[in-house]
């Protein structure tokens, strides 16, 4: 299971969320568009009892149970550049653990981002010293 990425957690957050993915894609088919997408997959995660709040709405970004980012991406965009950038996002953050990238398109691709604990330590003492 892909949450076991996130240490011990009562929910299988990432298995929601891309089951939530699936039911969104399959809802909306044939015209996936970004926002009614993103709108239906965090209404499906909290109806499966996920916690997820709205960071920013134009950049379709969200926290989910206060553990990861949830980032939903139009078809268009590049996944790996916007994992990069939340990689170096998430060196200067304790409490956030990782970042799921969901793709708006049939099927819905997802993208993992995490930091090691040993790469975040360093980043944080470099930042100190400076």
Not at 57 to 64: D, G, H, Q, R, W
Request: aromatic share 10%; charged share 25%; hydrophobic share 45%.
């Amino acid at each position: 299971m892909i949450s076991t990425l996130l240490g011990l957690t009562d929910k299988p957050i990432f298995e929601i969320l891309y089951r939530s993915a699936y039911r969104a894609m399959f809802h909306l088919e044939p015209n996936i568009t970004l926002r009614p997408f993103a709108t239906q997959v965090v209404r499906q995660a909290k109806a499966e009892k996920l916690k997820v709040e709205t960071i920013d709405p134009a950049e379709n970004l969200y926290l989910v149970e206060n553990l990861a980012w949830l980032v939903i991406i139009p078809a268009d965009q590049d996944i790996h550049a916007v994992r990069k950038e939340f990689l170096s996002r998430l060196l200067y953050v304790n409490d956030v653990k990782g970042a799921f990238i969901l793709v708006c398109k049939t099927p819905p691709i997802w993208g993992w981002a995490q930091v090691s604990e040993g790469a975040r330590m360093r980043a944080q003492k470099r930042q100190k010293e400076a």
